[in-house]
């Protein structure tokens, strides 16, 4: 059977979406899996990933995100490859859409939650490993204490006015995603815009896992604070956070030993240069 490789376009999002919930993830609605599939940033995406069609019917898809970002004061064009799915009669044609993706120039390429068989093919690809070391910090009701400038706050109208600059874009970027959190601290020092996904194995509301800080010193100073507000706010009784995202090591923080890993491939840029912002980790309600 003749089995083409084909973008995904805005027409293609929504029998993607039915594939993506009938073989991915029953959990995702089939409509949250379309508004997946396209972010609310702006972008000049040239599509939403690749698929496998045969007979015309979608039996494998590889889902991207583009975004353009500023790195080091120059414009990059990024494209995060995020779920991979294929039917297992097509399995040995999974690789076509990988380098259908890869294939694109201009781009540098992230690939932020590889499952364990398809590291060793981003290796052979040219793919680097992110430091992907992970924390679990419980989150405790400390004392509040009053005064100090201190400001903890989830609300998105305060968040607006709190946030100026780059710090605002990225939130305007991405409250609307489906998958992330949006904290804003401020102390006399600065302000902090945090993003965080609640993430629940089972169903059970038990972890934030930690996504982006804009600004590592005010987030250590305030990092007490923003478990206790987690906790109260959220009902979220611990963070799951990566040292090189947090840009410290708590001291109550316990190394949780994970298969987790974070990829990139770029001739130009360095590991601090990529984060996980723009991806489906703010996308996709794993």
Not at 185 to 194: I, K, S, T
Not at 211 to 233: G, K, Q
Not at 256 to 282: G, H, K, N, W
């Amino acid at each position: 059977m003749n089995v083409q490789v084909l973008p995904i376009t805005s027409a293609d999002v929504s029998r993607v979406a039915h594939f993506l919930h009938a073989n991915l993830n029953t959990r995702i609605s089939v409509d949250l899996w379309a508004r997946t599939l396209t972010p609310p940033w702006k972008s000049t995406a040239p599509n939403h990933g690749f698929m496998l069609l045969a007979a015309g019917i979608v039996v494998g898809v590889y889902l991207a995100f583009y975004a353009e970002r500023s790195v080091g004061g120059v414009r990059h064009r990024f494209c995060n490859l995020a779920g991979w799915c294929v039917l297992p009669q097509y399995r040995l044609l999974s690789v076509k859409l990988l380098r259908a993706l890869l294939r694109q120039e201009g781009y540098h390429f992230t690939d932020l939650s590889p499952s364990g068989n398809v590291i060793p093919i981003n290796e052979r690809l040219g793919f680097r490993h992110l430091d992907s070391t992970l924390l679990a910090v419980p989150n405790v009701p400390w004392p509040s204490l009053p005064g100090r400038g201190r400001v903890v706050t989830s609300d998105p109208r305060r968040i607006e006015d709190l946030l100026a600059g780059e710090d605002l874009q990225l939130y305007v970027d991405h409250r609307e995603t489906a998958a992330a959190r949006h904290v804003v601290l401020a102390d006399r020092g600065g302000v902090c815009y945090v993003v965080f996904r609640h993430d629940r194995p089972k169903g059970l509301p038990l972890f934030a896992s930690l996504v982006h800080v804009t600004d590592p010193a005010v987030f250590r100073r305030m990092f007490r604070p923003f478990t206790r507000h987690l906790l109260l706010r959220y009902g979220i009784p611990a963070t799951l956070l990566e040292p090189r995202v947090a840009g410290f090591h708590p001291r109550a923080a316990v190394r949780v030993p994970t298969a987790r890993r974070r990829m990139f491939r770029s001739d130009t840029l360095q590991p601090q240069d990529i984060d996980l912002l723009y991806s489906e980790l703010v996308c996709v309600p794993f």
